[in-house]
């Protein structure tokens, strides 16, 4: 499975952004996509995931603000960020977990949230 991110840049807080994942491979394998984020000096953590099947979860302090969605006719996994703040400032990468918990990642894309 290869992933290819985009979306990310430069916002002004308050402001907003969509991050796009595309999935190319073995899509039939996919169960779980997401988006982790790594900000500097801080361990990766976990934004939002999306099952094929089962509930889609957040991180609880970005509830509200961030939208998880997946087209799985596009193997794509989407990001909406909105009211953007200097916290989020980091590098998003795309996650997906195949049916028998192999992992991949995609190669990040930075978001900058500054005035």
């Known amino acids: 499975v290869q992933l290819q991110a985009s979306g990310g840049g430069l916002v002004q807080p308050g402001g907003s952004l969509r991050l796009s994942c595309a999935s190319s491979g073995l899509i039939s394998s996919i169960n779980v996509m997401g988006w982790y984020r790594q900000a500097p000096g801080q361990q990766r953590e976990l934004v939002a995931v999306a099952p094929r099947y089962a509930s889609y979860r957040y991180a609880d302090s970005l509830k509200g603000r961030f939208t998880i969605s997946r087209d799985n006719a596009k193997s794509t996994v989407y990001l909406q960020m909105n009211s953007l703040e200097p916290e989020d400032t980091a590098v998003y990468y795309c996650?997906?977990?195949?049916?028998?918990?192999?992992?991949?990642w995609g190669q990040g894309t930075q978001v900058t949230v500054s005035s």
């Open positions: 996650n997906v977990r195949t049916w028998n918990n192999v992992e991949y």
